[in-house]
């Protein structure tokens, strides 16, 4: 990149909160936010009370929120917040917020309705489509630019930033705002994971942690979903009130053997994160968000990518889905979130299953990675 990328605003609401204070005070704790639920008989991570306070309030503001998916919702709360942080203060600036499932809970809902009644609601269809998400945003900014929702699943959010950068060094757009939201906390969600296999196999009311993400000497998959939206701010080159630059991005598909394959050398990630780091020495980078989701593949594919690119020298590393659970598409945006915060805070974020580190050196350069179903694998290089 010619240019660097300077994130002027970034927010989210997830298992550990919705204020970065609470963010970051959650993070420097060894606790999880996982908890077993009883109603879906499964770990997962829900949002904190105030994140559901939030809905609600959202729901009473606007006649048109009531029928507006929680993913919806979700979105609309952390892009406000952003653009606040941001100072954007007029409304030329695009769109790009994505998810994984999309409007899952109400999908559901109305099907369930039709099965059971043969008939539909008149909002079934606009408040289920995909698209919904970005557009609704959009409605709550009143934004004059493009706005754009995509699914690719659990590099979503990291691929909305891509779509950013890509109109920002266009010179279409002056401002974009990027994420991803995710509200999957659903009976048919997690049937899904458990006939993956990919979820823990446990029936245990009470675990210290439920996913053991990073942790290498785990011989079974331990991904337990969350739930939470996560917006950042985008504009081109150098600004006074920057949290942050992008100063590389990657990007890289591999070859599937299956619908939900991942070679064992990680070859995407290993395309990705090279072209993010450019003319970059892999030396210069401090350490890397990883995506990690806490399966056995997953997990290993990406250490072996790592170990390939940074050979003896390997970075200090690190993901949250240990703590708040995997948001599929959100779940990029908030490891993005967690290295600005380790920027700002200059502290490396551990976790409990690698040997402790600690940071000897400032943190200059953090690598945040992402991937999907079908291998799509995004990098995102961030430096102060």
Request: hydrophobic letters at 40%; charged letters at 15%; glycine letters at 8%.
């Amino acid at each position: 990149m010619n240019t660097p990328v300077a994130i002027t605003g970034i927010a989210s609401l997830s298992p550990i909160g919705i204020s970065s204070h609470d963010q970051w005070d959650s993070y420097l704790q060894s606790t999880t936010a996982i908890k077993w639920d009883e109603s879906l008989q499964s770990p997962v991570a829900r949002l904190t009370p105030d994140g559901y306070e939030m809905v609600d309030a959202l729901r009473k503001e606007n006649t048109h929120y009531k029928r507006l998916d929680a993913s919806v919702l979700y979105a609309i709360f952390s892009s406000r917040k952003a653009i606040k942080q941001a100072g954007w203060k007029g409304t030329d600036f695009g769109i790009n917020i994505g998810s994984s499932r999309g409007a899952t809970q109400l999908f559901e809902k109305y099907h369930t309705d039709f099965i059971n009644t043969t008939t539909t609601s008149t909002h079934t269809s606009p408040s289920t489509t995909l698209g919904n998400i970005a557009s609704w945003v959009a409605q709550d900014l009143q934004n004059n630019g493009p706005e754009i929702s995509h699914s690719i699943t659990c590099s979503t959010a990291l691929h909305a930033i891509l779509n950013g950068i890509v109109w920002l060094q266009s010179g279409m757009a002056t401002k974009f705002l990027v994420g991803g939201s995710e509200a999957a906390l659903t009976p048919f969600t997690i049937a899904q994971m458990k006939a993956m296999k990919l979820s823990p196999n446990t029936s245990s009311k009470t675990s210290e942690f439920y996913c053991r993400s990073l942790d290498l000497t785990k011989t079974a998959n331990s991904m337990v979903l969350g739930e939470g939206a996560g917006s950042a701010c985008l504009e081109l080159g150098k600004k006074e009130n920057a949290l942050a630059y992008i100063s590389g991005i990657g990007y890289a598909t591999e070859q599937l053997k299956h619908a939900a394959s991942l070679s064992s050398n990680g070859s995407c990630f290993q395309k990705s994160m090279r072209m993010a780091l450019g003319n970059y020495d892999p030396s210069e980078i401090d350490a890397i968000v990883m995506h990690a989701p806490g399966t056995v593949k997953g997990d290993t594919s990406e250490i072996e990518a790592i170990r390939t690119i940074f050979c003896n020298k390997i970075p200090l590393l690190t993901t949250n889905k240990w703590k708040i659970g995997h948001t599929f598409g959100a779940s990029g945006l908030l490891s993005l979130e967690l290295a600005v915060h380790m920027l700002q805070h200059q502290t490396y974020v551990g976790i409990p299953f690698l040997e402790e580190k600690t940071a000897t050196q400032k943190l200059h350069k953090i690598l945040v990675n992402a991937v999907g179903f079908g291998g799509n694998a995004v990098s995102v290089l961030i430096t102060i």
